[in-house]
C-alpha cells in the first residue's frame, strides 16, 4: 500500500534555531513529490516540487532535498512567520493523476 | 489576479440536508480536485476532473456529488448520506491533470448543527 509519513507530527523551534522535516514514503512509482505550506483556516500554498533523488530546491530559508525513500525540508535560521503546517504529497505512476498527501508537521518557531 | 474562489468561507448545515460549496477558477486549468482535511490528517481526495463533463471519484466519495458543465467550475454537493461532513473542504486545479503544482482554494469550513 502506497504510504506518506511525514515526521515529527509537531515542533517547536526558536528563532534562528535550524532544524528539518521529514517526508519518508514508500509507493510503488514516484512521479513527484510536493511541499506545500499551510496557514491556519486557509488553503495550502504550494513551495517545491521534486522530481528525482538527489534534487533539491531552495526558497529563502527553506531548502527541500529527496532521496529514493524520504525528503526533507531543511529550515535555516527560521523566524516567527515560518510558524505553519507543512504539507508533503506524492504523485505515484498509475494514480489516475492524484496527490497521495502526508498528515503534515505543524511547525511552531518562537521569538 | 489568477486564482481559486471558493464559497462560502463557513457553512452550517442541518442534519438530513443537501448543501453545495462553490469553486472557480480563472487560471484556465483542466483539471479540478475536491479535498476533504480533517484536524491532525492529510488531505484526502473526494472526487476530480480532468476534463470538462468527466469526473472520477477519489478516496471518499461516498455522500458527495460533483458536476463539471464549466471549465472554469467545478461544485461540490455534500448530500444527507454523509454521516460525518464536518471537516475543512478545499478545491484545487492544474494546469494538465497530472497534479503537478496544484493551486488550492482557501477553503470551505462546514459545520453540522
Redo the contacts between chains.
Sequence with gaps: EDQVTQSPEALRLQEGESSSLNCSYTVSGLRGLFWYRQDPGKGPEFLFTLYSAGEEKEKERLKATLTKKESFLHITAPKPEDSATYLCAVLISGSARQLTFGSGTQLTVLP | DGG?T?SPKYLFRKEGQNVTLSCEQNLNHD?M?W?RQDP??????IY?S?IVNDF?K?DIAEGYSVSREKKESFPLTVTSAQKNPTA?Y?C?SSMD???????????T?LTVV
Design positions: 481559486i471558493q483539471a480536485y479535498y491532525g490528517q492529510g488531505l484526502r481526495l476530480y480532468q472520477q477519489g475543512f478545499l484545487a491533470g497530472t497534479g503537478r503544482t496544484a493551486f488550492f482554494g482557501q477553503g469550513r
